[in-house]
Every structure is written in C-alpha cells, then in structure tokens.
C-alpha cells in the first residue's frame, strides 16, 4: 500500500516506517529538506516534484529511497536493512547507498549526479544516462561500478569486495591522476 503526503505535511523530524510505502510531493515553491523515513519495519520513500528535496530511508527495515523529477535532490539509503538509493530524472542529484545492507546506488537520466556505494554491504554502483556524473564503489562489500550512456563520468572501483570499474558509451573520460 502507498501512502501519499504532500510536502508541506510531511514531519520535520521524519516518519517511522510502518511497512507501507510512501510517497511525497513536492512542489516547485517548496522549501530544501530532507525528506526522512526510519525504523526497523519494512518500507520505501519516493520524493517526486518540481520543488527541492532529498528522499532519505535509514534503519534495519528493507526499503528503497527513491528520488524522481526535475527538482534538486538526492536519495539516500544508509543502515543496516536491506534497499537500494535511485535517483532518477532531469534534477541534479545522487543516488547513495550506504551502509551493512545489501543495496545498489542507481542514477539515471538526465540530470547531473553521481551514483555512490559504500560500505561492506553488498551492492553495484550504476549510473546510466545524458547527465553527468561517475559510479563509485568503495568498501569491503562485493559490487561493481558501471558507468553507461553519453554523459561524462567516470566508474571508480576502490577498497577489498570483490567487482570491477566498467565504462560504457560516447561520454567524455576524465583521465586518471598518477597515485
């Protein structure tokens, strides 16, 4: 079940989750928050509009953060339960994934924004689309970072889990710094 909020009645200090799905409208007059959902019980965040806003989703219940629309904003999704950060769409912003649960990070579209994974939890660093930006993957978790489309970005793989740095498309590499 999705529960729908808009903006304006969403709490400043959060909701806990309660194992539906929420879905929050924002408006292009909206002032910049974030937009929380926390808790052990099951459940994902969409943060959609025109107005600005970052979808954030914490704790040990499984569920995505998910941000969509031309408004500026990230998704994040940190802690230990199992979901994925997606940030799709015109907007600038990033797709970040951190923390002990299994999860990608997934930007796509056209706005610019990096997809962002770290941490030993298992999961990929994808970016896909016109927007600029670069995958990362970072930590002990097994995961790759896979960079496609005709954007300018890079695909960085760092630390001890196990995956690979892939680059796809006609987008513009910057080159790499001697270490």
């Known amino acids: 079940m999705m529960v729908?909020?808009?903006?304006?009645?969403?709490?400043?200090d959060g909701l806990e989750a309660t194992a539906e799905d929420v879905k929050v409208h924002v408006p292009k007059w909206a002032k910049m928050?974030?937009?929380?959902?926390?808790?052990?019980?099951n459940g994902s965040i969409t943060v959609v509009g025109d107005g600005g806003g970052n979808a954030y989703r914490d704790g040990s219940g499984y569920g995505d953060a998910c941000r969509a629309g031309?408004?500026?904003?990230?998704?994040?999704?940190?802690?230990?339960?199992?979901?994925?950060?997606?940030?799709?769409?015109d907007?600038?912003?990033?797709?970040?994934?951190?923390?002990?649960?299994?999860?990608?990070?997934?930007?796509?579209?056209?706005?610019?924004?990096?997809?962002c994974r770290w941490d030993y939890g298992d999961g990929n660093a994808y970016r896909w689309g016109g927007g600029n930006g670069s995958a990362y993957r970072d930590g002990d978790g097994d995961g790759s970072a896979c960079r496609y489309g005709d954007g300018d970005?890079?695909?960085?793989?760092?630390?001890?889990?196990?995956?690979?740095?892939?680059?796809?498309g006609s987008g513009e590499v910057e080159p790499?710094?001697?270490e």
Do not use: T, W
């Open 4 to 12: 729908n909020i808009e903006a304006k009645d969403f709490p400043i």
């Open 33 to 41: 928050r974030d937009y929380k959902l926390f808790g052990y019980q």
């Open 70 to 89: 031309s408004g500026y904003g990230s998704a994040y999704r940190v802690g230990d339960g199992n979901g994925s950060a997606h940030r799709a769409g």
């Open 91 to 115: 907007g600038v912003g990033c797709a970040i994934r951190q923390g002990a649960g299994s999860g990608a990070a997934c930007r796509n579209g056209n706005g610019d924004g990096d997809a």
């Open 153 to 168: 970005g890079n695909a960085f793989r760092h630390g001890d889990g196990n995956g690979h740095a892939y680059r796809d």
């Open 176 to 178: 790499l710094e001697d």
